[in-house]
């Protein structure tokens, strides 16, 4: 492709108010172009990484025995009733009304959609297991766009939907789909890590996260630094450690003026924040629910709406706590009567707390569980954090930032269940199809590849991806010998079946070797007057620092060597 029949416009633009390296360089190299917030059109050069990425990803879950659909992603609300996701996703979910008043959402993601595809076409045990597949648009009506295609409000992605007749059968399919995942990873030589998750708005007992580490990452992951076990923020445990196991003493209560954070608690009686107890005030479906946990642990909310089985979780104001009778700075589940109590399993990791006296200026000392206070659940809902021990051995945890890349999910019956979607078994008797979702998202697969093959001049694209394989440049476009001498490298690779992008456009040597280094394929060839001097050509790889010369004669085989690798 010669890029004067090309649209291809770079910017020297650094673009610094990018939230990440792949933002600022797809923003550079001219692949994206935002047209709302959220909202991004691909340039031409964008779209030929984007469907080298999708065959790659199509490859592989055929290869598992994937089968491509195609369905709607303008869709009845009325399915996501009967799933209760409408309200699941609440205002992520893009909805609308037709002419005829008709309720429609324009899907985030198909489970709805391929429950129901999949109920019309299996009527048996004898059509399963079955795997069915689509590469289309999704819409969610982000609160937040950030860092390019990171996150956006419309996104291409590839969700997969296995259908099994038992869990056994899930589970099998489960496994196939994580190995189709981490060879798509591999070919785009992107490192990941697999994390256990929580299934979120999707729903079932058990997923994971393939988390791309990246400092820009707005996901954190908590591993291991002795063993395998990894899992997202949202999910992660670790091993109790019981700070104090002192002999229960008798509760007493102290004045404290104007003592209200745990800091100052610890301060003033000379403590350490494990020996103190908090309480945290959430609004909780438009509930006031108590929190109580040690004072040196953070709440994980995710952990602590899925244990309450909550639909919309906050930190309550001031002054709905005050509004109910709290004492903000002085509360606790001692004597409470007000509200639920909900307590993280750490209230048990120790004895002779110090709490909150629910009365202003006072704290009680000597607090243990359960013998001065009661809880209505009680649970792990503290945030796991660097440096604490790992659940499943004697190692720390470590934690890093990163992108979801992909994410897989044992859905189980929910679905076929709400939706009546049924199967009948070697007996004769209906049952509920089990089901898997599996989803890895292409324009966020693009954008970590970047991320992660780039240095200070531009991107440094891994061949599976490059939109093309090979910039090559005359420099000296008013010499006659050097534009045949172009010519005829360009013919020669095109017949072979190299993706080249010709430069041929009118401008200084400078420009192209910027714009070849931006622009990152893996292979820069050069024809000048100095070269031909020598009846030879510049080859350089993007990889590399330095240019080498080879004979006009020798580029075709050179050049095969070098992507036969």
Not at 100 to 119: G, W
Not at 173 to 196: D, G, H, N, S, T
């Amino acid at each position: 492709m010669r890029i004067s029949n090309f649209l291809l416009k770079t910017s020297r633009n650094d673009y610094g108010d990018a939230e990440s390296s792949s933002h600022r360089l797809l923003l550079r190299s001219g692949m994206i172009q935002q047209l709302a917030s959220g909202v991004y059109s691909y340039t031409p050069l964008a779209q030929k990484s984007l469907l080298k990425i999708s065959n790659i990803v199509r490859h592989e879950i055929d290869m598992q025995g994937g089968l491509e659909v195609r369905m709607p992603a303008l869709q009845p609300r009325d399915i996501w009733e009967k799933t209760g996701r409408d309200l699941t996703f609440g205002l992520t979910l893009f909805s609308f009304k037709d002419r005829r008043n008709r309720e429609l959402v324009l899907a985030p993601t198909h489970e709805e959609a391929a429950t129901i595809l999949a109920s019309s076409l299996i009527e048996s045990y004898r059509d399963l297991p079955t795997i069915i597949y689509q590469i289309q648009n999704k819409f969610r009506d982000e609160s937040r766009p950030r860092a390019g295609l990171i996150r956006v409000r419309e996104f291409d992605m590839m969700d997969a939907y296995s259908f099994d007749r038992d869990f056994d059968g899930l589970n099998f399919a489960y496994q196939k789909m994580v190995i189709a995942c981490k060879r798509i990873f591999e070919r785009l030589e992107l490192p990941v890590i697999m994390a256990e998750a929580d299934s979120g708005a999707i729903g079932g007992k058990e997923s994971h996260e393939f988390i791309f580490p990246a400092a820009t990452g707005e996901d954190t992951v908590i591993s291991c630094k002795q063993c395998s076990y990894a899992a997202n923020v949202e999910r992660a445990e670790f091993k109790h450690i019981i700070f104090n196991n002192e002999d229960p003493k008798p509760i007493d209560q102290i004045y404290t003026p104007n003592i209200k954070t745990i800091d100052d608690v610890a301060e003033f009686l000379e403590l350490s924040p494990q020996q103190t107890l908090k309480a945290v005030f959430y609004c909780v479906d438009n509930n006031i629910v108590m929190v109580m946990i040690r004072g040196d642990l953070l709440v994980n909310e995710t952990k602590l709406q899925r244990i309450i089985g909550a639909k919309e979780i906050r930190l309550a104001t001031t002054d709905e706590s005050l509004n109910i009778g709290l004492v903000p700075g002085s509360a606790s589940a001692i004597g409470m009567k007000l509200v639920t109590i909900v307590a993280d399993e750490s209230v048990k990791w120790g004895s002779n707390f110090v709490s909150g006296a629910n009365k202003l200026d006072y704290h009680f000392t000597n607090v243990n569980y359960p013998r001065d206070f009661q809880v209505d659940l009680i649970g792990d809902i503290a945030v796991a954090q660097t440096g604490f021990v790992c659940p499943r051995c004697s190692g720390l945890l470590d934690s890093h930032r990163g992108i979801e890349v992909g994410h897989v999910f044992k859905v189980g019956t929910s679905f076929s269940v709400a939706l009546d979607a049924l199967y009948l078994d070697d007996k004769g008797a209906q049952n509920p199809l089990v089901m898997g979702c599996y989803g890895i998202g292409i324009g966020r697969l693009l954008a970590a590849v970047i991320e992660e093959h780039n240095d200070e001049k531009g991107i440094l694209f891994p061949n599976s991806v490059t939109p093309f394989q090979i910039y090559l440049a005359p420099i000296n476009m008013d010499k006659l010998q050097v534009i045949n001498a172009t010519e005829g490298l360009y013919k020669d690779l095109i017949e072979l079946g190299f993706d080249v992008l010709f430069d041929d456009r009118n401008v200084s040597p400078g420009v192209k070797l910027n714009d070849a280094d931006l622009l990152g394929f893996p292979v820069r060839l050069i024809v000048s007057s100095r070269t031909l001097k020598d009846n030879s050509a510049e080859v350089k790889l993007r990889s590399d620092s330095e240019s080498i010369q080879i004979p006009l004669n020798g580029i075709i085989a050179r050049i095969s060597e070098i992507f036969s690798k």
